[in-house]
């Protein structure tokens, strides 16, 4: 069993517990979304389970989410610019780093920080539950050398 198929069985699992006929479309919604390793919004998970029928809608696609979503199968993140966008939970824990101009999600865990937010809470007389940390730049450009042409 591969570990896109170990996904597939969960969020069915998960599906079948809320009470939810599985549908072909349903599942291939979801091997959809057990494939991705972005962070699709609704629309690009539409775009993507079209493809292989497009009989689907949008709307089915967004129902299944919320669905996923509300028995923890999924983690729904709104980042600045507003859209929602999923990635499937039970991963280890990580960070974003959104980059402003192309819109890439990339994924980072530090323990420094993970420490430092725990002592933070700690201070302040808290007993750390959870965090979502979203960090926004930029790619450095690379360094010019100075006056010297490249060649
Ligand atoms: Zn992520």
């Known amino acids: 069993m591969t570990e896109t198929d170990r996904r597939?069985?969960?969020f069915e699992t998960q599906l079948k517990g809320a009470g939810l006929r599985m549908t072909?479309?349903?599942?291939?919604?979801?091997r959809v979304l057990a494939?991705?390793?972005?962070?699709p919004d609704a629309k690009g998970i539409f775009t993507r389970a079209f493809a292989l029928?497009?009989?689907?809608s949008l709307s089915t696609v967004y129902r299944t989410m919320k669905v996923l979503e509300s028995q923890g199968a999924i983690e729904?993140?709104?980042?600045?610019?507003?859209?929602?966008?999923?990635?499937?939970?039970?991963q280890e824990h990580h960070d974003h780093l959104i980059d402003v101009d192309s819109g890439?999600?990339?994924?980072?865990?530090?323990?420094?920080?993970?420490?430092?937010?725990?002592?933070i809470a700690a201070e302040l007389g808290y007993e750390l539950v959870r965090h979502r940390l979203e960090l926004y730049g930029?790619?450095?450009?690379?360094?010019?050398?100075n006056g010297r042409k490249s060649g």
């Open 53 to 56: 029928d497009p009989t689907l």
């Open 76 to 90: 729904r993140h709104a980042f600045e610019d507003g859209v929602s966008r999923y990635e499937h939970a039970g």
């Open 24 to 30: 072909q479309q349903r599942r291939l919604i979801l």
């Open 104 to 119: 890439e999600v990339i994924e980072f865990s530090s323990d420094a920080i993970e420490e430092l937010q725990r002592r």
């Open 35 to 39: 494939e991705a390793d972005d962070h």
């Open 8 to 10: 597939v069985a969960v």
């Open 138 to 145: 930029r790619k450095k450009q690379p360094a010019r050398k």
